[in-house]
């Protein structure tokens, strides 16, 4: 039997992402041009139709996102590992 207190604990999160046609949809948010939400003197973006982001940028967004907060707070503990895996139908 081996010590298992010597063997540090794995440390993963896996993150499945499918790129089927359901994240084809638009999702509820909205893309901003204006610039941070800012609305310049005398001008009215409400003419322009709003862009929508799909389910698939969101998504990624997501990832990215929370890729970004487990570095900000363990810097030297996670790396990144990229593990494509298509499944052809």
Same mark, same amino acid.
């Given at each position: 039997m081996t010590n298992d207190a010597s063997i540090p604990p794995v440390k993963r999160?896996?993150?499945?992402?499918?790129?089927s046609s359901k994240f084809l949809s638009l999702s509820k948010q909205h893309i901003? %041009?204006?610039?941070g939400g800012k609305k310049g003197k005398g001008k009215s973006s409400s003419t322009s139709s709003p862009v929508f982001k799909s389910s698939w940028t969101c998504s990624i967004e997501a990832a990215v996102e929370y890729c970004r907060i487990v570095y900000d707070? %363990?810097?030297?503990?996670y790396l990144v590992?990229?593990?494509?895996?298509?499944l052809w139908s």
């Open positions: 999160t896996v993150i499945v992402l499918d790129h901003d %041009f204006d610039g707070i %363990f810097p030297n503990e590992s990229e593990r494509p895996f298509i």
